[in-house]
């Protein structure tokens, strides 16, 4: 039996609570960065992020020597 906290999904119980806790890790902008946006293959010249709906989310690194593109500039936006 399932809780109304709680729904079948591919045999297993989620929890409502335990899913918010996780999606509010994405609101935290340092945690987001340090999981998206940070990597040894380049720096990080820039990361900007609102987590609401309609909020943007904003990255522009540069590759480093050793990458196939060294000192090229990317970047990146999205939308929630």
Do not use: C
């Amino acid at each position: 039996m399932y809780f109304s906290n709680e729904r079948k999904s591919h045999g297993r119980a989620i929890r409502h609570s335990q899913h918010i806790r996780d999606r509010s890790a994405f609101a935290d902008a340092a945690k987001k960065r340090r999981w998206f946006a940070e990597d040894h293959n380049h720096d990080v010249e820039e990361f900007a992020m609102e987590f609401r709906i309609g909020g943007i989310q904003w990255t522009r690194y540069r590759l480093k020597e050793g990458t196939p593109f060294p000192g090229v500039a990317l970047s990146s936006e999205g939308s929630y």
